[in-house]
């Protein structure tokens, strides 16, 4: 099994910074892919940015020049500078990786999300 556990959530005011955490742990092989999804009240799941083994990113319209994904492969760690913070990015920041556990196993598992609240 794989545990995802996100930190690095908290309030904020308009315009200010965080940073987001995401440590994977468990058995695998390798992780293929991390990213965060957010999801605000009412509304569904987004994907936000995703980081693949190669160092590839992609990021959604809305956050592009405001957010950078990373990733630190030897801690299994994938991080989210959140910069230029407005109030529409306030949700649940949800880690998701997909994990190789065998030569052709791969698994999506998802972290238990972190709350980021921006203000006015």
């Known amino acids: 099994q794989v545990q995802l556990v996100e930190s690095g959530g908290g309030l904020v005011q308009a315009g200010g910074s965080l940073r987001l955490s995401c440590a994977a742990s468990g058995t695998f092989f390798s992780i293929d892919s991390m990213g965060w999804h957010r999801q605000a009240p009412g509304k569904q799941r987004e994907l936000v940015a995703l980081?693949?083994?190669?160092?590839?990113?992609n990021y959604a319209d809305s956050v592009k020049g405001r957010f950078t994904i990373s990733r630190d492969s030897a801690k299994n760690t994938v991080y989210l500078q959140m910069n230029s913070l407005k109030p529409e990015d306030t949700a649940v920041y949800y880690c998701?990786?997909?994990?190789?556990?065998?030569?052709?196993?791969?698994?999506?598992?998802w972290g238990q999300g972190t709350q980021v609240t921006v203000s006015s």
């Open positions: 980081i693949i083994s190669g160092g590839s990113t």
């Open positions: 998701a990786a997909d994990v190789k556990q065998g030569v052709l196993l791969t698994r999506a598992y």
